[in-house]
């Protein structure tokens, strides 16, 4: 297998590259051989469908992973031992793909490794980020306030999007009917009048002309017409799915009216939050900023953060780098920072920069619909009125030519 790995070297230097292996771990032993600390690998395999919507139905959901680390963190906290809690979990874990990643972290635990190291070869299901933080708080020995934190973080992120996906339930609902409508009009309605129009001699506007050639089309080709909507749809998603796409389809996000501020604001609060915990945790600056830019979902904003990174790392403050984004960090993000460095605070800044952004994302979330409104209904609104213009004009024409 081929996997694409992200490390640095002894001097600190950030190697980027591809290795083979017959495993993740195998590829982790080589890389490790070589002197390099890993921070990323993945695969660089390319994924059939199949096994794509096999992976879609079996993956371990936001929620199944935060009953997860409550229970764990909750058995901790009662003295449970890790052995016996992890037991008791696998036990009662209904998720087949949670169960399995279960069993083998008791097994590897049992075997001497310790919890962190056990999580990470679980990875996806375990995040960089969960991984640093109870690597940490096995050092600072505060596992079950750590693992408290993470069902919180976890639980608080699931919050969040169950928000977004219901507030997108009536927008999908109106479009998905137009979409209906105009497909039904298109389709069997203006081949019916269509003649009518043709035989008068009337000038048909182009708007009916080529409402008139797609409802010819997709009566006597609509199976063509599927397979083309199939295959471009198709298209589409492998690209979004590509590093490329991947990048467009973040930035897009960034930039999109109403829902680009809300996730701006969701990235600073996740990175503020991450960013904290883990210096809190006693992990160096530079880490932990590579570690929480892996938090955040948004290939732009890692991008951006790994460069940050870097700069920290040469010995440019965290606070000017931060301000030299402007688009993505607003200012206050710099000032507060810079004065978390000032005083040697830089965690506790990084947690009040976290509740301010946490405090406007629950605002707009609870404002989410009332916002998407005026949008839909303006777009909805010009689609309308261009399929009826579409429509009357032509009648009007064909009213005056009679008058005449």
């Known amino acids: 297998m081929k996997f694409k790995y992200q490390a640095r070297n002894k001097t600190g230097e950030l ?27 993945e695969s660089a395999e390319r994924k059939s469908p199949f096994d794509s919507i096999l992976g879609f139905f079996n993956r371990v959901k936001t929620k199944d992973l935060m009953v997860f680390t409550r229970q764990l963190a ?34 590897d635990v049992e075997a001497g490794l310790s919890l962190s190291q056990a999580l990470e070869r679980q990875q996806p299901i375990f995040s960089d980020f969960y991984v640093s933080m109870v690597r940490s708080a096995e050092v600072t020995g ?9 069902a919180s973080y976890i639980e608080k992120e699931a919050g969040w999007k169950g928000k977004i996906s219901t507030a997108m339930i009536y927008p999908g609902v109106l479009i998905t009917m137009f979409v209906i409508v105009a497909g039904v009009m298109v389709a069997f309605v203006f081949p019916k009048i269509g003649p009518v129009f043709q ?39 492998d690209y979004f799915k590509s590093p490329e796409g991947k990048a467009v389809g973040n930035q897009l996000i960034i930039i999109v009216p109403v829902f680009g501020e809300l996730f701006r604001k969701i990235y600073i609060a996740r990175f503020s939050q991450s960013l904290s915990v883990l210096i809190k945790g006693g992990i160096p600056i530079t880490q932990a900023i590579e570690i929480a830019s892996s938090t955040i979902g948004n ?27 402007p688009k993505y960090f607003p200012l206050m993000v710099g000032q507060m920072a810079a004065v978390g460095e000032s005083t040697g605070r830089v965690d506790e800044m990084m947690s009040k920069i976290s509740d301010f952004y946490d405090n406007e994302v629950n605002d707009m979330m609870a404002n989410l619909s009332e916002l998407i409104q005026p949008i839909l209904i303006l777009i909805i609104g010009v689609l309308i009125g261009l399929l009826f213009a579409a429509i009357l004009l032509p009648i009007y024409n064909l009213a ?5």
């Open 400 to 404: 005056q030519s009679f008058k005449i």
């Open 299 to 325: 290939v732009v904003y890692e991008e951006i953060l790994k460069d940050i990174a870097e700069g920290v790392r040469e010995g440019a403050l965290l606070s000017n780098l931060l301000s030299s984004y």
């Open 199 to 237: 035989d008068s001699g009337v000038q048909l506007p182009w708007m009916t002309q080529a409402l008139l050639t797609v409802g010819s089309f997709l009566t006597n080709w609509w199976w063509l017409a599927i397979l083309l909507v199939a295959g471009i749809a198709f298209i589409i998603v």
């Open 142 to 150: 505060r596992l079950e306030e750590s693992m408290m934190f993470l």
């Open 74 to 107: 909750t058995m901790l906290e009662s003295e449970m031992p890790l052995n016996s809690a992890l037991q008791s979990l696998y036990q009662q874990t209904p998720k087949v793909a949670l169960k399995e990643a279960v069993f083998e972290i008791l097994q």
């Open 15 to 41: 190697q980027v590259g591809f290795v083979e292996g017959p495993s993740k771990d195998a590829a982790i032993s080589t890389l490790t051989t070589h002197e390099l600390f890993v921070l990323s690998l």
